[in-house]
Nanobody, 119 residues
Framework: QVQLVESGGGLVQPGGSLRLSCAAS????????MNWYRQAPGQDRELVAS???????KYAGSVKGRFTISRDNAKNMVYLQMNSMKAEDTGVYYC?????????????WGQGTQVTVSS
């Protein structure tokens, strides 16, 4: 099994910055893709950013140029640097990874961290 713990959420003013972190632990052999999703109240969960095992990145159009996803393979960590934040960035942010453990290949989710952009 793989456990994911997100941190770094909170309240930030419009135009401000936050950095989210997600730590993966467990019987991990390798981590493949690492994603950040978010879910705003009353809306579906959406993919915000993804990073492959080769560190290729993709972003939702709404965050391109403002958010940066990165990973530290040695620490099994993924980060999301969020700059120039807007009210519409408000939501619960979830870490999602695809990983191979000693027994299986699986898709794992964290519990989420709240991000609120408001003055």
């Amino acid at each position: 099994q793989v456990q994911l713990v997100e941190s770094g959420g909170g309240l930030v003013q419009p135009g401000g910055s936050l950095r989210l972190s997600c730590a993966a632990s467990g019987s991990i052999v390798s981590i493949h893709f690492m994603n950040w999703y978010r879910q705003a109240p009353g809306q579906d969960r959406e993919l915000v950013a993804s990073i492959s095992s080769g560190s290729g990145t993709k972003y939702a159009g709404s965050v391109k140029g403002r958010f940066t996803i990165s990973r530290d393979n040695a620490k099994n960590m993924v980060y999301l640097q969020m700059n120039s934040m807007k009210a519409e960035d408000t939501g619960v942010y979830y870490c999602n990874v695809g990983a191979t453990t000693r027994t299986a290949l699986g898709d794992y989710w964290g519990q989420g961290t709240q991000v609120t952009v408001s003055s």
